[in-house]
Structure formats: structure tokens, C-alpha cells
């Protein structure tokens, strides 16, 4: 299965090691950062390691971290990764300069598509209570939302989605 995804204005391609150095700074940007990593410093050795279980992910399941490309530039990453509980999460950040577009919701579904494609049947979701735009996202998508627990960082919102197989 080709794990190459297309979308109307999008590519994703899988993560790959020579991309560490735009995750690297496009996680370190607080805006970003305070919602994906709750603050915390994001090193080198942790961009690597992120790449390498995405690759690992990939080789294994089917899915993993794509790259989001807007005509050839990355602007962000989608993807899915599996929990310790086994299940699926959805993820994504964006780099700043290209929120409120929907390019996010438009890689997320054309993850959700490969998901189908590859038998998950459900997938999940959490958003930090601070994060409206990404708790947006998840109800486009139609997840329905499950709970509230303690998060590092505050309330974490987690959301669930039924897949239907492809």
C-alpha cells in the first residue's frame, strides 16, 4: 500500500529523518508547542526518536506521521500513532502561519481514509482544554467526545471516532 496521500490542496508523505530540522523548529514554536508537548523544551534526540517510531509505525501497521506539503513546502503533520492501550490517536500541528485554512481537517480526513484502508476501525483524539481550534477539528470530523481527564497541562479533552473498513 502506497502511503502517499493526496487531498485537494495537500500531499502528506510519510515523515522521514531529513525533515527533523523544520519539526524540530515548527514544534519548538510556543504557539505550537504548548499544546502538543505541554511547554516542555523539544531536543533533537526527541524529533529522532518521534521520526524513527513514526517510521517504525509505518513499516508495522500502515500508518504513521505524514508530512503535510502545501506546492512542495511542509507547512505541518498529520497523522496517526498507536497508544499504549493499543488504540489509534489521531494527530496534527500546523505551523502558524497557515491556521484557520482548514488545512488541518482536510489531512486529517485524508488520514482517516487510510485508516479505513488499513482495518482500524476506531480511532481517537485529545485536545488540550486551551485548544478550541483543535477541539474544532475533531467535531468536524465528526468524533464524538468520550471524556475529560487531567491532563500535565491542565483538562484534556479525548474524542473517539467509529471507522467503517474500506
Do not use: K
Not at 509505518?58 to 506546492?71: C, H, N, V
Not at 505551523?95 to 487510510?114: F, I, K, N, S, Y
Amino acid at each position: 500500500m502506497d502511503a502517499r496521500l493526496t487531498s485537494d490542496r495537500l500531499t502528506l508523505r510519510p515523515v522521514e529523518p531529513a525533515d527533523a530540522p523544520f519539526l524540530q523548529a515548527h514544534w519548538s514554536l510556543p504557539e505550537v508547542r504548548r499544546h502538543l508537548f505541554d511547554g516542555e523544551e523539544v531536543s533533537q534526540g526527541l524529533v529522532e526518536e518521534i521520526v524513527n517510531d513514526s517510521r517504525s509505525d509505518f513499516a508495522e501497521r500502515g500508518y504513521g506521521l505524514w508530512a503535510m506539503l502545501s506546492d512542495g513546502v511542509i507547512v505541518g503533520v498529520c497523522g496517526l500513532r498507536a497508544t499504549q492501550d493499543g488504540q489509534a490517536e489521531l494527530l496534527y500541528s500546523l505551523d502558524p502561519g497557515w491556521w484557520g485554512q482548514g488545512l488541518v481537517t482536510e489531512a486529517a480526513r485524508a488520514v482517516l481514509r487510510h485508516a479505513a484502508e488499513t482495518g482500524l476501525t476506531r480511532v481517537i483524539a485529545e485536545t488540550d482544554e486551551a485548544n478550541a481550534a483543535s477541539a474544532r477539528v475533531a467535531r468536524r470530523l465528526g468524533m464524538a467526545e468520550l471524556d475529560v481527564r487531567d491532563g500535565p497541562a491542565g483538562p484534556l479533552h479525548r474524542y473517539s471516532l467509529e471507522i467503517t473498513p474500506a
